[in-house]
């Protein structure tokens, strides 16, 4: 009987959770769908590329299939490391504050720093003149239209950021 082709990687899920059941993960940048994750084990995904990854297009649709096998939804987020929201929603993320874990549950963060990726951007759909921003991502790598800023919260602490955050990562495409 040939089983059809999305069923098969929901098989190799189960038995993979089952093997894992009498372990207790630490945090990783493990993908494993939701509801079905193990305590501990980081329910979203983020993925640092850079220029040297490739071209940014086959770079974006390649992320896009792993999104996709991970069962996440795939966003990119462009920032710096010297931007203080960047950095407030990096160490909300790193410490496991409950809001932002939530906030981020299944999704698939594609992280590119604008001041590598800034000049190969143009005509791309992706703007770099406020940071963050997070942009959906269409089955092919492209940006949907749908994006947030930073400017959506007031003072970057984790109780300004969720919300929004949250609310944008959930919507219906």
Known sequence: MKLPARILPMILLLASLACLSGLSPAPTQTSLPLPTVAAGTRQYTLVRVTRADGALADVLRAQVGKAKSAFRRPFVELDATWCPPCQAIRQSLDSGDPRMVDAFAGTYIVQMDVDEWGNSLGGTGFDASAIPAYYELDQFGRPTGRMITGAAWGDNIP???????????RASK
């Not at 109780?159 to 990562?169: D, H, I, Q, R, V």
């Open 159 to 169: 109780e300004n950021m969720a919300p929004p955050l949250k609310a944008f990562f």
